[in-house]
Every structure is written in structure tokens, then in C-alpha cells.
């Protein structure tokens, strides 16, 4: 079956740390990778994205890296602040063949809890 | 820029009772529309997608429907609540090409009495 899984449920880091959440997919056929970032009542938010062809993206403080051989991404967040903290999910992209849309697969997120 | 809106943010229903929650998406033109469920402390559960007026794909076996009367605009509904209905429900918008990231709502808290 299809699923995305997530390592750590709760991640506690030091404001300034960085932080590395991680992400295992079991679907080879995805090719489209997204992180989000869910604060408390609010719905996700989109963080950084890859597709399959590429190994590492970065953005503003964060860094997305892939590694289809054993099927695992991780979001790299440099400096951690305060206001990082929030529900991080992982989302796996699956190919519609032969329809018009694609499919997000979600993981169950990781919280990621910043100390001051 | 794109927005979407949802409403209401929370909602609370007797089980039996029908429901309609509705979201717009504004900025854009042809839009893939997506509602979701998340339950407490879990991931997001696709329930409906639209690739268009009128079309509706489901996902799940379940007490909801979802219409797409206009463009930007996607209906969640029921006839008969459930307990089981509760939840955090989001909807979202993608542009139609392959591989382009969902927008979500804010989504709306439904609390089944």
C-alpha cells in the first residue's frame, strides 16, 4: 500500500539549534515531494517542495534533501526560532496516470517543539 | 496572489443534522479542489477531489458528498450527521499541471453533539 511515515513524533530543539525532521515513503512511483508546516487551528502551510529529479532544495532557513534509494526526505531547518514551532508533515506526490490530478499522500507529522 | 476561504471556522451540529460547508478560492482560474479530513494528532485523510465544474472524484466510502457548482467554489455536505462526522476539515486548491503544491484553507473544527 501506499503510505509516508515520519521517525520522530515529537522533536525538542534549542532556540538557534538547527533542526531535522525526517520522512520515510514507501511508494517508488512518487516523484513530487512537499513539505508543510501546521500551526495549532490553522490549516498547513507550504514550506518548501522537490521533485525526484533533484536530491536538495533550499529555501529561506530550510533545506529539503531526498534520497530515493532508500526512500527518505528530511527537512533541514538552520537557527530554529520560537516561531517554528508547529506540526511538520511530509507529503508524497503519486502520479494520476491517465487522470488530471495528482494525489497528496500525508504523513502523520512530527512536533516540532522549540525551547527558548 | 491567491486566497482561499473557508467557512465557518467551527461548527457545532446535532448528529442527524445536515451540512454544508463551503469554500472559495479566489486569484486563479481552473483550479484543482481537494477536501480533507484531519482527525486529532493525524495526517490528512483526502475525501473529495474536483478537476472541474460538476466533476467530483471520491475517495473514501462515507456519509459526505461535495459539489462544485462554480469554478471557485467547493461544497462539502450531508444529509444526516454522524458522530464520526467530527473533525477538522480542509479544503485546498492546486493549479492543474502535474506536481504543484496544495494550498490549503483554514479549515473548519465540526464538533458532533
Known amino acids: 500500500g501506499e503510505s509516508v511515515g515520519l521517525h520522530l513524533p515529537t522533536l525538542s530543539v534549542q532556540e538557534g539549534d538547527n533542526s531535522i525532521i525526517n520522512c520515510a515513503y514507501s511508494?517508488?512511483?512518487?516523484?513530487?515531494f512537499i513539505w508543510y508546516k501546521q500551526e495549532s487551528g490553522k490549516g498547513p502551510q507550504f514550506i518548501i517542495d522537490i521533485r525526484s529529479n533533484m536530491d536538495k532544495r533550499q529555501g529561506q532557513r530550510v533545506t529539503v534533501l531526498l534520497n530515493k534509494t532508500v526512500k527518505h526526505l528530511s527537512l533541514q531547518i538552520a537557527a530554529t526560532q520560537p516561531g517554528d514551532s508547529a506540526v511538520y508533515f511530509c507529503?508524497?506526490?503519486?502520479?494520476?496516470?491517465?487522470?488530471?490530478?495528482?494525489?497528496?499522500?500525508f504523513g502523520t507529522g512530527t512536533l516540532l517543539a522549540v525551547q527558548p | 496572489s491567491q486566497t482561499i476561504h473557508q467557512w465557518p471556522a467551527t461548527l457545532v451540529q446535532p448528529v442527524g443534522s445536515p451540512l454544508s460547508l463551503e469554500c472559495t478560492v479566489e486569484?486563479?482560474?481552473?483550479?484543482?479542489l481537494y477536501w480533507y479530513r484531519q482527525a486529532a494528532g493525524r495526517g490528512l485523510q483526502l475525501l473529495f477531489y474536483s478537476v472541474g465544474i460538476g466533476q467530483i472524484s471520491s475517495e473514501v466510502p462515507q456519509n459526505l458528498s461535495a459539489s462544485r457548482p462554480q469554478d471557485r467554489q467547493f461544497i462539502l455536505s450531508s444529509k444526516k450527521l454522524l458522530l464520526s462526522d467530527s473533525g477538522f476539515y480542509l479544503c485546498?486548491?492546486?493549479?492543474?499541471?502535474?506536481?504543484?503544491?496544495?494550498?490549503f484553507g483554514d479549515g473548519t473544527r465540526l464538533s458532533i453533539l
Open positions: 485546498a486548491w492546486s493549479h492543474r499541471a502535474d506536481n504543484q503544491p496544495q494550498h
Open positions: 486569484g486563479t482560474s481552473n483550479p484543482n
Open positions: 507529503a508524497e506526490n503519486i502520479p494520476h496516470y491517465g487522470g488530471a490530478t495528482n494525489k497528496l499522500i
Open positions: 511508494n517508488s512511483a512518487s516523484d513530487y
